[in-house]
């Protein structure tokens, strides 16, 4: 019994010492390609209209957004707004819907494809400062929220776009990178862009699918900016104002019965004539642009469809010849057909060497452009700037 007991006793005592054996796994540090992110590809539109500049992005995996790229190229190239100002964006392609509000947007549209619902934004800032300048810090701080480095290009890259209905010179921006974590890094110097709708940074920061833009001045203020709305922005009160650049000084002679119109930042003198029934439109705008590509945009928005060369040729052949400011210009009359609801443009052209073009445009019904041709004659050569 004795020898039993000892037995017992080892064999407890050998039972709680015992260690269970230690299990190793393999995990592996590189995640398999099926769940890898892949590139992410952002497409941007800026389209100036009137004292706002508009924006239109959508992003996300680049093989989904390649399935929807020329598609969002021609909707906003087929933009028009409205009499408030803003774009009308139906009636919308088949499989796109308009999405909830969300901050900092004028609206959201939700884009279905085969690979991922895509998210496309429309967004607006006041217009400020130089343009080219206006478009490089934009385009720079979307390349942020795909960790891409500033670019030393014009627009950072961006191309010119054809939008007949914008008041000056639309950017196109097509980017493929990875989506930086916080959206893309904080201006240098923060200031009142470093928490604005595409600072992409800071606590506040909507993210990398952000769709607004970064303000290149003190223009923005409140729900528009992102903050709280306010008569300011907090930091802005150092910033000097581009009053000059915006705004230099034009001379002129305002013909009988011209009345003021709808006023802008981007325009230097805006006019409407003609009958309170029939008004037509005059507006006195610098952007850029070659004269054959505006001629043949001006064409198409009368006719509602791209001219022949031919056509273009002979508009090109036609031109008056005038001298505006010192500088020769080329004035172009289409006449669009009133039983077709078509308008008229009168628009001339003033090249400035090392400048911008100055764009003198009426736009309105035939007749209405027809009677106004004298008077509009008399303050193209009154004009001075």
């Not at 020898?3 to 995990?27: H, K, M, N, P, Q």
């Not at 085969?114 to 701080?141: A, C, E, H, I, M």
């Not at 800071?202 to 528009?224: F, H």
């Not at 008004?279 to 054959?292: D, F, K, N, Q, S």
Request: proline share 10%; net charge negative; with cysteine.
């Amino acid at each position: 019994m004795l020898r039993l007991t000892v037995l017992f006793g080892c064999l407890l005592l050998a039972g709680c010492g015992s260690e269970e054996g230690v299990v190793t796994y393999t995990i592996p540090t590189e995640v398999p390609e099926q769940l890898a992110p892949g590139k992410q590809r952002m497409l941007g539109a800026i389209v100036p209209r009137g004292d706002k500049v508009w924006f239109f992005k959508v992003m996300g995996p680049e093989k989904a957004v390649e399935l929807v790229d020329d598609q969002f190229r021609q909707f906003v190239q087929g933009i028009q707004f409205g009499e408030d100002g803003n774009p009308v964006l139906e009636p919308l392609p088949e499989t796109w819907r308009r999405g909830g509000d969300k901050p900092m947007r004028f609206a959201s549209i939700d884009i279905n494809t085969p690979k991922k619902q895509l998210d496309l934004s429309v967004s607006d800032l006041p217009s400020f400062g130089t343009w080219d300048d206006y478009v490089k810090r934009n385009v720079d701080r979307w390349r942020g929220q795909l960790s891409l480095e500033p670019s030393d290009e014009k627009w950072s890259g961006g191309q010119p776009l054809d939008v007949p209905a914008a008041e000056g010179e639309s950017v196109w921006v097509d980017l493929t990178g990875e989506a930086a974590a916080g959206g893309g890094g904080m201006m240098a110097g923060g200031g009142p862009f470093s928490a604005g709708p595409f600072s992409g940074g800071g606590p506040n920061s909507p993210g990398p699918n952000s769709p607004g833009p970064m303000s290149p001045g003190p223009v923005a203020s409140g729900a528009a900016a992102g903050g709280p709305p306010s008569s300011a922005i907090p930091g802005a009160g150092n910033l000097p104002p581009a009053t000059d650049a915006a705004q230099p000084k034009v001379d002129f002679e305002r013909p009988d019965g011209w009345r003021d119109g709808r006023k802008s930042m981007m325009r230097w003198a805006s006019f409407e004539v003609g009958g309170e029934d029939a008004a037509a439109e005059v507006t006195v705008i610098p952007a850029l642009g070659e004269v054959r590509d505006n001629v043949a945009r001006w064409m198409g928005q009368v006719a509602g469809k791209p001219p022949a060369d031919e056509e273009v040729d002979k508009m090109l052949a036609d031109a008056e010849s005038l001298t505006i400011s010192g500088f020769p210009a080329q004035r172009f009359v289409i006449e669009g057909d009133p039983e077709q609801g078509q308008k008229s443009i009168d628009a001339t052209m003033v090249p400035r060497p090392g400048q911008q073009t100055v764009f003198i445009k009426m736009t309105g019904p035939p007749e209405t452009v027809a009677e106004q041709s004298d008077a509009m004659r008399t303050f193209l050569k009154s004009l001075s700037f």
